[in-house]
Every structure is written in structure tokens, then in C-alpha cells.
């Protein structure tokens, strides 16, 4: 047995990246090989910034002496990975490495109006970053996104409303960042889009008109009425851009996005997959504000009468369902109840043909106008006056309407049912559906009883904890699914369309600590997700999120996101983690093994997790994340079948402590130390450091 260390032949500090664009001459990919240290700092601001490097140069990991009892053994064997008993593991996409990007707010500052282009810093950051996949709108922002009025001149375009968060719930925001400006982006460095349907105050037609704007070719237009492809042909893009995957709605299972579906849990997964109608009363509703009209694209602050003739307004959900609108399937619908100043106004079909004193509204039942009268027909609502109203929306479309409408305009695209949790699963039955968007979230809480104010350590061991649970959960959704798809061709595939954590203050009011998700243990934490996806067969994930928005006067940007914050986008502590994941996109995932696995001090969990793979260059890759927070381990290695001298690439991922970070201000704190080594025949010995992620990539001899 002979140590890395031992046999190496060169050893050097390296960097090695893939970048796009050239250098010196040199068309990507290529290999950068640098025997210096420098800082990233430093690197950012000279001339090999623009290349990308973001990687901090340091001394070669060391392994052991030879002869030293190693802590645990890794066995990699020949055969793919089984990612189900009927299912082997196929080479790694490229979309293994996304990020959930919000267009609110020129996409939080990555798109500079002025110049009608991404801000360069953001398109250099998300190819030093090896970004491969971006989520557009968004996720709980953009579940009232409207596509159509967010294209063509910008002086044309027309508000949006937001769902949530960055947006504001329910506030009017800008349609500036629209679905073109996104693939101007994403084309900037090479990457994917996927696309999640909104489906609150939208429909399947409108689902599938989004479709054709983006997939139909020019002289087509599969979902009738406007010739989406020749607007996008006019709006400067005659190509379709080719959007594979078609998630429906966004994380409709929550409280805060239930919109207009029922309380009950039952009933509201059945509107889901179905549709149907839902009433709509003040002490019902979602939300406290809920009742009232409101106006425009504002459907948070409801409105007072302007006392003007020919008032309109709006309900906040549309459509709306009247008495004669009943089905079997629906039942009785009850007609709206609506209140002036407290007196009730009856509804009509037309105030056109009212008497000048008649308290009578009309309704718009498609985009949930009301419409009162001018004086001369129908009475006119005072200024001032308070608006209050019970109503039926619907009939809303479900999931089975939003995936046939998307497959009548493109049969080859996936469509994803955005409830990814198990109870989807068992009410969907056998009914198609093309794969299963999972958020992967955990919430931890800073401090708890017993320790009332932030521990580093305990912190740390709950994330880690957390993020293991969240990938047995994830085994448990694909198991679900395969007992109902029993022939893994029709079976629908997993997709991690945001991963994370919900940050929770503790119970005496202790808070999270600012960088906390860009921290050491943030990023651990996203290696064991990211190895619990792989290994559960997921070819798409997007991290929450892309970039954050800029952030208030005299504060400090947020670097917890792929590629950090407006102004000073740059490669972050979790996208070093990415990148060491990227360099495996190509290769096959490999059965692999530990025996002897520590437990990890203070935890409950073993200390190694591993992943290997293999390239159809031969070349072996293993990630393994160390996941001790006090102590380096000494591993040996196994290579089964393996003989022969091979070069051996030695990166590691890591930082002085668990909860130091990358800032802008500060970008030395998390590094990824590259260098090179000789290893001869299948076994090797190597020390990992405590709380790291290492990639060894074992050459072809």
C-alpha cells in the first residue's frame, strides 16, 4: 500500500477549471495549471479574472505514510450505480448544477436596462460557477406570472403581479426581465432553461400559448388564435429555444400558496390534479386582505369606491363562477355576494340596462371584473365607500388540463407536477405525468431551550442531520412512484427544482447569523444533497437561488446564492462545491461502498459520504465529503479491476471552520486547493481534512 503523498511525482498547487470563451489562444475546454498561491481577490482583479479563475491556490492535501492503519476503506466498484432496483444510473447532466432565477426587479440586478443586457459581472460569475440549468420566473414569486406581457418593446409591456417575497404578496411589480431577456442570459454562458407554469389567475390555454411562444417554429402555431412563434419572430428571435421541461405550479401545498384553493388538504390536492371552483369569503380566505376589490395588476391594497361613473374593478382571483355556471361536477354555485358601505347590490347582466338608481353590478366572469354603472344606468358607487364580496372562482384548471394543453403544443416536453410531495403521489394514481418537482428544504433553528443564543456546533450537527433526512424523504417520494409506474420507460423521473434551507429564528429570539447560508456547513450540507440526488436518479436541480437582489444602503450583499448579489456577482462558497460536481457532468454514477465509517464527533451520522463515477474517458472520479467537524480522516481507497500508474488530481474544497464564509469583502475564507499525484495499482491511501469535500479523479494509466 503506498500513500499519495509518498509517490507523488510533482506536486504543486493547481488550478484546474473549465471555462468558456478562450485564452491565450486556447478554444474551451481547456486545462490552466498554475505553481504560484495567490489570492482570489487578486485573481479577480487581473488579467486572469477574465478566464474565471475563483479559486484560491494552497499546498496539496497530504495523506499518509504508508503502513498506517487507515480509518475507513472506499470500495469503487465497475458497475453503475443503481438508482433503482430496475434502473441503472446514466451519465450526469450538466443541469445537475442550476440555480432558481427570479425575474423581479431586472431578475434582482442581473439585467442592466440601460444597456438592454446582462450585467457582465453576473454572465462572468455564472460561467466561472459552470451554471448549467436556471428556473425561470422563479419559484413562489412568480405563481401569477403572466408570459404575454412580459415580451416585446418595453414601453409596451404591462405589470405583473407578485405571489410572494422578493415580489411583495400580491403587490404590482415590472415585467422588465421577460422570458427573451432570460434566454439572452442563459445563451450568454451556455446554460439550460426550465420554465415553471404558473397556474394562479392563468390556465392551461395560457400555459399553452407560453409553450408555443417558446417551442413553436416560425410558420406554426399549434394552439391556435395569436401566432405565438411569429411574435417571438418579431420580437427579434425566429428560433425556438428548445424548453424541455414544463414544471406546473410552485409549492401548492403550502399554507402561504394556496391561493384560492380549499383549506381542506384532501380537496386541495384533488383542485390541483383536477380543477374546480372554490368560494371565496373574507374569513375563509388565505389571507386577512383577501376580501375587497381591488384594481390593476395591485391585488394586495384593496380599493374605495372613486365615487366616478363606470367604476371598474377586480376580484383578486378570477375566474369567476355564477349560479348558472353549474355543472354536476361542480354543484350548486352560489352567486356572488357583494356590499357597498355594508347595503348589499344585486348582480345583473348588464348596468347598461338599469334604472339610474339601481344598486346593481355586472360581472366579467373570465377576468374577474366588476363593472358598476354611470348614473344614467345603474347607480354609482359614493366615494369612499368600502367594497366587500363572497364569490365562486372557477372553473380553475388542474394539473390534468395544464399537461394536456402543454403536450398538444409540444408532445416532446416533459411536464412536472410542482406538488411534489407524497400525497401527489398516491392521488395521481396511475394518471400521466412526466416527473415530480421536489423541494428539497430543511428548516433549522438557531438555538433552541437549552441553548438560547447561536451555537456553531450544534448548528452544524443539526444541518447535517437535516440534510440527511431530506434525501431519505426524497427515496421515499421515488419509491412512491415507482410502486404505481412499475415499467421504469413510463415512469415519471424525479426533478429537484429547489434545494435549501428556511432559515428559523430560535425560540428565545435567538437569530440566524448574517452569511449563514453562504457558511463552511451550508455548503456540506448541499454536497450530501447533491449526492442524495444523484443517487436517487434526479437529472435536473436548481439551487435556491441564482443571485440574490441587491442589497439596502450601507448593508452587505447576501453570498448564500450560486453567484451572489447585485452589484459584485461572484463565485460563492456553495457554487466551489458545485463546481467540484460539475467536473463529474459526463460520467457515469459507479457502485461504491465504505466500511468502517466513523461515526462523526458529536453526531449521530457517519463522518464519510461518497460518490464515484466514470467517464467514457476512463477516468474514475470520487467526491467525498468528510463530514467530521473536528477530524481529518485517513481512507483507503480501493479501485476494483483497476491496475497500472495513474495520475491522480487531488481537489479539496474546504475552510477553517464550519461556519466561515466568502464575501465579497472577504473572498479567502473558502478555498479549493488543487494539486496533482502519481497513484500506483487499485489502492491508495488519503487523508481527508476535517469538514471538507474532496474529488479525487484517477486518470486512465
Known amino acids: 500500500m503506498r500513500s499519495l503523498k509518498e509517490i507523488e511525482e510533482t506536486s504543486f498547487p493547481l488550478v484546474r477549471r473549465r471555462f468558456g470563451g478562450s485564452f491565450a489562444g486556447v478554444e474551451r475546454p481547456y486545462l490552466l495549471e498554475v505553481d504560484m498561491r495567490r489570492s482570489r481577490r487578486a485573481l479577480l482583479a487581473g488579467s486572469l479574472a477574465a478566464v474565471g479563475l475563483a479559486t484560491m491556490f494552497g499546498t496539496p492535501t497530504s495523506a499518509v505514510a504508508a503502513g498506517e492503519s487507515p480509518d475507513a476503506v472506499i470500495s469503487v466498484g465497475s458497475d453503475a450505480l443503481r438508482v433503482s432496483p430496475d434502473v441503472a444510473a446514466t451519465p450526469l447532466p450538466a443541469a445537475i448544477v442550476g440555480g432558481n432565477h427570479r425575474w423581479v426587479n431586472n431578475g434582482l440586478g442581473m439585467w442592466d436596462p440601460r444597456t438592454n443586457a446582462p450585467v457582465p459581472t453576473a454572465v462572468r460569475a455564472a460561467k466561472d460557477a459552470n451554471l448549467g440549468l436556471v428556473r425561470y420566473p422563479g419559484g413562489t414569486v412568480a405563481n401569477m406570472f403572466d408570459f404575454s406581457k412580459a415580451i416585446g418593446p418595453q414601453a409596451?409591456?404591462?405589470?405583473?403581479?407578485?405571489?410572494?417575497?422578493?415580489g411583495g404578496l400580491f403587490g404590482s411589480v415590472d415585467s422588465?426581465?421577460?422570458?427573451?431577456?432570460?434566454?439572452?442570459?442563459?445563451?450568454?454562458?451556455?446554460?439550460?432553461?426550465?420554465?415553471?407554469?404558473?397556474?394562479?389567475?392563468?390556465?392551461?390555454?395560457?400555459?399553452?400559448?407560453?409553450?408555443?411562444?417558446?417551442?413553436?417554429?416560425?410558420?406554426?402555431?399549434?394552439?391556435?388564435?395569436?401566432a405565438w412563434a411569429a411574435r417571438r419572430a418579431a420580437n427579434g428571435h425566429p428560433k425556438p429555444y428548445g424548453i424541455s421541461v414544463w414544471e406546473v405550479g410552485n409549492e401548492p401545498y403550502l399554507p402561504n400558496q394556496r391561493y384560492w384553493r380549499s383549506p381542506d388538504p384532501d380537496t386541495k390536492v384533488k383542485q390541483f390534479i383536477e380543477g374546480g371552483w372554490q368560494r371565496q369569503t373574507a374569513d375563509s380566505a388565505p389571507y386577512a386582505d383577501n376580501d375587497g376589490l381591488f384594481s390593476g395588476c395591485d391585488l394586495a391594497n384593496p380599493v374605495t369606491a372613486s365615487g366616478e361613473p363606470n367604476q371598474v374593478y377586480r376580484t383578486r382571483y378570477s375566474p369567476i363562477a355564477l349560479a348558472q355556471d353549474a355543472t354536476s361536477e361542480s354543484g350548486p354555485i352560489a352567486d356572488p355576494v357583494l356590499t357597498v358601505d355594508g347595503e348589499r347590490w344585486e348582480r345583473v347582466d348588464s348596468v347598461h340596462r338599469a334604472s339610474k338608481d339601481a344598486k346593481v353590478y355586472e360581472v366579467v366572469r373570465d377576468s374577474g371584473q366588476i363593472r358598476f354603472g354611470n348614473g344614467a344606468h345603474g347607480a354609482v358607487p359614493p366615494k369612499g365607500a368600502v367594497f366587500s364580496i363572497g364569490y365562486t372562482t372557477g372553473r380553475q384548471d388542474g394539473f390534468l388540463d395544464y399537461y394536456r394543453a402543454i403536450k398538444g403544443v409540444d408532445p416532446t416536453a416533459s411536464v412536472c407536477a410542482g406538488w411534489g410531495k407524497p400525497e401527489f403521489v398516491e392521488a395521481m394514481g396511475d394518471r400521466r405525468y412526466d416527473c415530480l418537482g421536489v423541494h428539497m428544504y430543511t428548516s433549522p433553528v438557531a438555538g433552541d431551550a437549552e441553548h438560547p443564543v447561536y451555537d456553531t456546533g450544534m448548528l452544524y450537527q443539526d444541518l447535517i442531520r437535516r440534510g440527511a433526512d431530506a434525501v431519505s424523504a426524497l427515496r421515499l417520494d421515488k419509491e412512491e412512484i415507482a410502486a404505481r409506474f412499475p415499467d421504469p420507460a413510463t415512469r415519471p423521473f424525479l426533478a429537484v427544482t429547489e434545494y435549501g434551507t428556511l432559515v428559523k429564528n430560535g425560540p428565545s429570539g435567538a437569530t440566524m447569523p448574517f452569511g449563514y447560508g453562504a457558511m463552511l456547513m451550508q455548503c456540506l450540507y448541499g454536497a450530501e444533497l447533491t449526492i442524495g440526488q444523484i443517487e436517487n436518479g434526479v437529472r435536473l436541480a436548481t439551487k435556491s437561488n441564482l443571485n440574490e437582489a441587491p442589497p439596502a444602503p450601507g448593508k452587505p450583499s447576501s453570498p448564500g446564492s450560486v453567484i451572489g448579489g447585485s452589484p459584485n456577482f461572484f463565485v460563492t462558497g456553495p457554487s466551489q462545491m458545485l463546481n467540484l460536481v460539475h467536473t463529474m457532468v459526463g460520467s457515469t454514477p459507479l457502485d461504491s461502498s465504505v466500511s468502517g465509517n466513523p461515526t462523526a464527533t458529536g453526531?449521530?451520522?457517519?463522518?464519510l459520504r461518497v460518490l464515484a463515477t466514470r467517464g467514457d474517458d476512463g477516468v474514475i472520479r470520487l467526491l467525498v465529503i468528510n463530514r467530521d467537524i473536528e477530524n481529518s480522516l485517513t481512507v483507503r481507497v480501493d479501485l476494483t479491476g483497476l491496475n497500472g500508474d495513474r495520475p491522480v488530481t487531488v481537489s479539496t474544497f474546504d475552510g477553517p471552520t464550519v461556519d466561515a464564509y466568502d464575501s465579497w469583502d472577504d473572498l479567502d475564507n473558502l478555498t479549493?486547493?488543487?494539486?496533482?499525484?502519481?497513484?500506483a495499482g487499485s489502492s491508495v491511501e488519503h487523508t481527508f481534512p476535517a469538514h471538507s469535500v474532496t474529488l479525487l479523479e484517477f486518470g486512465a494509466p
Open 156 to 166: 409596451a409591456r404591462r405589470c405583473q403581479t407578485g405571489a410572494g417575497f422578493v
Open 176 to 226: 422588465t426581465y421577460g422570458p427573451d431577456e432570460n434566454e439572452r442570459f442563459v445563451d450568454s454562458f451556455g446554460g439550460q432553461t426550465m420554465v415553471m407554469v404558473p397556474t394562479i389567475n392563468q390556465s392551461a390555454k395560457s400555459a399553452a400559448d407560453y409553450v408555443e411562444y417558446m417551442n413553436a417554429p416560425l410558420g406554426t402555431n399549434p394552439n391556435g388564435g395569436v
Open 603 to 607: 453526531g449521530s451520522y457517519p463522518s
Open 672 to 679: 479549493t486547493t488543487v494539486s496533482r499525484a502519481t497513484a
